[in-house]
């Protein structure tokens, strides 16, 4: 859209146009530091108003969001190695399970997480991917624990799991808490006038998920 827009003039033209007629978007050399001052404020101005303060506002929601999902799944991950120990002591417990889990974890724990990680779709991919093969190792092992009443019975056993579970609820909320950010940062800079702010700031829209409930164990699918 051009400058020439009636909804550019309404929202973000009033002050630039202020700026523009009293001279103080062009300083001359008298006066210059207070005019450069002036002007700088008036141009923050035209930002706020065009959606600047609202994208930076979204983004910091999305990676708070994100940081909760990355603590949640890290809390995780460090559970699993005390709970392999204890499976193990269960001597006729089903190896290959319990290789699962350890090889589900030893792959999600790979993969770096980081901020950037919710810019990048492909990234994001892989590691959902890689948690949700971790999902599903943990739930084949509790399965397969329902036929060894005596691992079950020890107290190491039953608090593993009751932590366990409880961080997958939290994770489950987390995700929910993320896409729903993602979801609003991505309609603020798709929507006029904060479309405009974003092009020039270079505020694209973030990759986000979400769970699949029609294929069981299958990892969430990222969608951008």
Do not use: H
Request: charge should be neutral.
């Amino acid at each position: 859209m051009t400058g020439s827009d009636p909804r550019t003039r309404a929202a973000c033209g009033p002050v630039a146009q202020a700026a523009s007629s009293s001279g103080l978007a062009r300083p001359r050399r008298s006066g210059r530091p207070g005019r450069l001052l002036v002007a700088a404020s008036l141009l923050a101005l035209v930002a706020s108003g065009c959606g600047y303060n609202d994208i930076q506002a979204g983004d910091e929601a999305v990676k708070a969001a994100w940081a909760e999902i990355s603590n949640q799944y890290q809390r995780r991950a460090d559970l699993i190695p005390n709970l392999v120990a204890t499976v193990q002591g269960a001597a006729d417990f089903e190896r290959e399970t319990l290789q699962a889990v350890v090889e589900a974890r030893s792959k999600a724990t790979r993969i770096e997480i980081t901020p950037e990680l919710v810019n990048d779709p492909e990234a994001l991919q892989k590691f959902m991917d890689a948690q949700g093969q971790l999902t599903s190792a943990l739930s084949r092992l509790f399965a397969v624990a329902e036929s060894y009443p005596q691992l079950r019975a020890t107290d190491a056993f039953r608090d593993l799991q009751a932590q366990i579970e409880g961080t997958e609820n939290r994770i489950t909320v987390a995700r929910g808490r993320y896409i729903e950010s993602v979801q609003a940062y991505n309609t603020l800079v798709r929507q006029f006038p904060a479309v405009l702010t974003a092009k020039v700031i270079g505020a694209a829209p973030k990759a986000t998920f979400e769970a699949r409930s029609d294929v069981g164990d299958r990892p969430p699918e990222v969608k951008f």
